[in-house]
């Protein structure tokens, strides 16, 4: 791309706080950065919702710049919302005037975008729209929503109408845009960036922690893992029940790593196992401290149970386990399928189903002597298949599309 474009990312969130969402905020911008493209971002009101600070107009986090909405949206739902969408457009439009940008990119969920095609009409600036995933599908996943509900149905709706008012849109996976497909948008607007790994974040495997593995229980071990976050689709209480059906002298430790919603429920049923003296809970640690938890690791597990989310979006985590070296084994959700080769870059086990997930897993565990072929096919296909250096390339041909449509600006 040979004109380099200013580009302002619309956010609901992102650095310092560590989240998926700010991970993969981060590599898109560090790969346009690399790629010389002037890139900045803003949030919304919620970056800061939880009592932080919010005096903070601009910061720069790790060399990329994030501007701030400096207000709270206040009040009850839906009216809260509406407001949090006002404060941002307008936020938007005035960032615009003080610095001008030539595109708007913004990410879900569909408030942002919203707000993005607010601030588009009146500033005349193309609108490319990125969806992560369904926001009324993660509420089903998460437990703060049902399927069908008038919440459901509303958000659904809300994002269709950003769709339809989008001059692009990209989705981070094939089962998303096969999705948006069937409810009539034109294939030709879609763009597919999937999720990737930053390659220069990944060097050598990390080495076993005698220590840490001592100070676990897990020393002499092989050891099956989670590190994450505890929410019901990860389907750790299949994971969980598994232990309890492995045979044979040799049987694994569980070691799981991170909190959640889930975590309370999770402790009592390991408590319960007949497999409990295996299964071990580190709690959440910090982010610095997450690689030592890895090298534990020699079989990182990935038990999302069978839902529409977890149909639809691809995570990265799985990416990531393998960028490092790392042997992974996953449900075969659609998800997962998107990003695992059964019994070449990892290994798929039937979702909801423990005892499946235990075969699976022994059996990978037994294959020892192919242990290190399948970590440089894993490794290899994350290089060649989801780096984001090379992911970055697919917005080039929409940003130009873009740039050359431009808009007719509304009065605001």
């Known amino acids: 791309m040979s004109e380099k474009a200013r580009i302002l990312h619309i956010l609901d969130h992102s650095l310092p706080l560590h989240s998926g969402y700010t991970f993969r905020t981060r590599a898109i911008l560090k790969a346009q950065q690399r790629r010389g493209w002037d890139v900045e971002g803003i949030t919304g009101v919620r970056q800061y919702q939880d009592g932080e600070p919010t005096d903070i107009a601009c910061q720069t986090v790790d060399g990329l710049k994030f501007h701030r909405t400096l207000a709270r949206a206040e009040g009850p739902s839906p009216l809260r919302e509406w407001r949090e969408v006002s404060l941002l457009a307008d936020a938007i439009t005035a960032l615009h005037a003080r610095s001008p940008f030539d595109i708007l990119h913004a990410h879900s969920p569909a408030l942002n975008g919203l707000a993005a095609v607010r601030a588009a009409q009146r500033v005349g600036l193309p609108l490319l729209y990125e969806i992560r995933a369904f926001w009324e599908d993660a509420a089903v996943g998460n437990g703060t929503g049902s399927e069908g509900s008038a919440r459901y149905w509303l958000t659904r709706t809300l994002e269709n109408h950003v769709i339809r008012q989008a001059d692009a849109v990209a989705v981070i996976c094939e089962g998303l845009r096969a999705d948006l497909v069937g409810r009539g948008v034109d294939p030709g607007k879609i ?32 050891v099956v893992g989670y590190i994450g976050s505890f929410y ?54 910090p ?26 979006v691809t995570p990265l985590k799985p990416l990531e386990a393998m960028a490092q070296g ?19 870059t990892g290994t798929l086990f039937r979702a909801n189903d423990p005892q499946n997930c235990a075969a699976e897993i022994a059996a990978l565990l037994a294959a020892r002597d192919g242990w290190g072929e399948r970590r440089q096919l894993a490794r290899t296909f994350v290089e060649k298949e989801r780096n984001w250096d090379k992911n970055i390339q697919r917005y080039d041909p929409v940003y130009h599309l873009l740039l050359g449509k431009g808009r007719i600006a509304k009065a605001a």
């Open 191 to 222: 763009t597919v960036s999937p999720n990737g790994v930053d390659m220069e974040l990944f060097g050598d495997p990390p080495q076993l922690d005698n220590g840490l593995a001592a100070e676990l229980g897990l020393d002499g071990h092989d």
């Open 232 to 285: 019901n689709y990860e389907g750790l209480d299949d994971l969980i029940a598994a232990m309890e059906h492995f045979e044979g002298d040799r049987l694994p430790h569980l070691l799981l790593v991170g909190g959640g919603p889930m975590e309370e429920r999770l402790r009592a049923q390991a408590a319960a196992s007949s497999a409990s003296a295996r299964i071990h809970f580190a709690g959440r640690v």
């Open 287 to 312: 982010h610095d401290e997450v690689e030592r938890y890895y090298g534990l690791i020699d079989i990182l597990a990935y038990p999302r149970k069978n839902m529409r989310l977890t149909d639809l």
């Open 326 to 344: 790392r042997l992974v084994a996953a449900s075969d959700v659609g998800g997962h399928r998107e990003l695992v080769e059964d019994g070449v």
